[in-house]
């Protein structure tokens, strides 16, 4: 069956510039999390969602956020650029099976802001 | 806060030879995930570890977790090329919703002949 589906793959930006990513979840998986990687900071937590609600938040500023659709696709925006955003951003799903918790990531979004 | 430890950060071996990598957490977890990166790639789930005592085994790799001395080893066996990568463990807070996982920064791997 198809993987996550990150769009879009490569995209740049400059400074105070806003974005929006794009991550369709493997079907049936109604879980979505996001993360950050950086090779100074390594893979961080942006957000996940579950039935369209944030259930979790990691330590990131207001500027990004996220949003899940009904038909569990989710979106994160990334506003007012800074050359610090410049990162892999990487997509996950689960299934929320009670005995794995197994997360299934994306081939990701690489954002340069220059 | 959960932290997550791994070590070496880097590690370069000549094929057929075997080691490990450690991943060291702070408090106390229920889950525990192996995964690979390879150069401009996405991750690749390799283990998922759930209890204490759990040992899995995919070919020359093979991950335990000990609980109580949070801690789990990736062990290679007989390195070849291929398993050149970097190999990431993650690990999800007790109380941290399914999605929310704290990564090491990855133990970056080289394989030569």
């Known amino acids: 069956k198809a993987g996550v589906t990150q769009t879009p793959r490569y995209l740049i930006k400059t400074r105070g510039q806003q974005v929006t990513l794009s991550c369709s979840p493997i079907?049936?998986?109604?879980?979505v999390s996001w993360y950050q990687q950086t090779p100074g900071q390594g893979l961080q937590f942006l957000f996940e969602y579950f039935s369209e609600t944030q259930r979790n938040k990691g330590n990131f500023p207001g500027r990004f956020s996220g949003r899940q659709f009904s038909n569990s696709r989710s979106e994160m925006n990334v506003s007012t650029l800074e050359l610090g955003d410049s990162a892999l951003y990487l997509c996950a799903s689960s299934f929320l099976v009670f005995n794995t918790g197994e997360l299934f990531f994306g081939e990701g979004s690489r954002l340069t802001v220059l | 806060e959960l932290k997550v430890e791994q070590n070496p950060l880097f590690l370069s071996m000549q094929e057929g030879k075997n080691y490990t990598i450690y991943c060291n957490y702070s408090?106390?977890?229920?889950?525990l995930y192996w995964y690979r990166q390879d150069p401009g790639k996405s991750l690749e789930s390799l283990f998922v570890l759930l209890s204490n005592g759990a040992v899995k085994q995919e070919g020359r790799l093979m991950a335990s977790l000990d609980t109580k001395a949070r801690l789990s080893t990736l062990h290679i066996t007989a390195a070849v090329h291929d398993l050149s990568a970097t190999y990431f463990c993650?690990?999800?807070?007790?109380?941290?919703?399914?999605?929310?996982?704290?990564f090491g920064k990855g133990t970056k791997l080289s394989v030569k002949p």
């Open positions: 993650a690990v999800g807070p007790k109380k941290g919703s399914q999605g929310n996982l704290i």
């Open positions: 408090t106390t977890s229920d889950r």
């Open positions: 079907s049936g998986h109604r879980s």
